[in-house]
């Protein structure tokens, strides 16, 4: 099977992996921490800000596969301290329209850079009209 693989060049890429991977009509995104990948390096700032920038990469991720946030199923987010949840919340909550995705939150030891907070995505191609 030749996997369909996308890259976003707006998003920054930490490694040897593909941003996201088509599997049928399903389509499923890397984690992506707070990276600006203008610079490749972890943005300064709390929690709140770093759940803004994992999700500006993520919707980069999604538009370069001709998707948007209303395509998202599922969200897992990594937190390195679960006190951080709540504000993780409030930024989240201004991602998605109801009814919002399925989610798991999971408290970790470290994530990548120092980072608070790591998401992925999977997302579903639309149903043709």
């Not at 890397?30 to 610079?39: L, R």
């Not at 109801?98 to 994530?111: D, E, K």
């Amino acid at each position: 099977m030749v996997r369909q693989t996308v890259q976003a060049p707006n998003a920054p890429t930490a490694g040897p992996y593909s941003h996201g991977v088509w599997a049928g009509e399903q389509f499923y995104l890397s984690g992506q921490a707070a990276v600006n990948p203008a610079t490749g390096r972890l943005i300064e700032g709390d929690v709140s800000a770093q759940t803004a920038q994992c999700f500006r990469n993520l919707f980069a991720v999604l538009a370069a596969a001709g998707l948007g946030p209303q395509d998202v199923i599922k969200v897992n987010v990594y937190l390195t301290d679960m006190k951080n949840f709540g504000a993780m919340n409030i930024i989240y909550a201004h991602q998605f329209e109801q009814p919002y995705p399925a989610r798991t939150t999971v408290g970790v030891a470290a994530l990548p850079l120092g980072a608070q907070v790591e998401i992925e995505l999977i997302a579903r191609k639309p149903a043709a009209a």
